[in-house]
């Protein structure tokens, strides 16, 4: 059915892995596209009761997004681009049914941001997140500048998208950027042991709680559109295209500030 995704359906918990691990999983047009049906598979299927996105292989959940698709983009295809990564993670964070992410290995850019989309994370003891979009001369463009402060606060959000750094699976943890670390190898079971257990419980109450927890962030605040507006404008930039190029072609880039 898929062709960057795998689905399997065990115990009510639909399991979604991100398949391009040749590409270290990285977020595409395609991807985001059939992200969106498989998440309305977990909306309208009822032997559904709850879900988990991973990635294939062991070394990423997803390293960002696919670079090579930006350099064509104007800043009006650029805001395309952002309104759709926004419509498809805040379907995954409105979803009445929990969602999490099992996150092994690099959680960079969108890969960071579509975990912080689920309503909760484990990470394997080698996972690392980061939003290193300012390398590319250019912001986290699918909620990361909001929902990142929303985990970890203004001050730490601030520094990690300041300066691209990476931080590991037991910072996260400390940060409050995921809930569990595990070793690799316990990572999928600890997180369906977490979902098997909200199976026992009220699933309308279950429902209830996310929903009222979402309405908290008030998803309609004007920091998502201005998010939108300024990833967009980006598309504009010299930065931008010598950000992409520079890490297509696997160099520093020397951004020039226009």
Known sequence: MYKTLTTSLQEGILEITINRPDKMNALNTEVMQELALAIDEVYFN????????????????IAGADISEFLSLSPEQGAVLSRRGHAVFKRIEDCPKPIAAAVNGFALGGGCELAMACHFRVASNNAKFGQPEVNLGIIPGYGGT??????????????LMMTADMIGADEALQWGLVNHVTPPEELLEKTRSLLRKIHTKAPLAIARVIKCVNAHFKYASKGYEAEIVEFAECFATEDL??????????????FKGR
């Open 46 to 61: 009822d032997a559904v009761k709850s879900a988990i996105v991973t990635g294939a292989g062991s070394k990423a959940f």
């Open 241 to 254: 295209t010598e950000g992409a190029t520079a890490f297509i072609e696997k160099r520093t880039a020397n």
């Open 146 to 159: 909001q929902r990142l402060v929303e985990l970890i606060g203004k001050g730490k959000a601030l520094e």
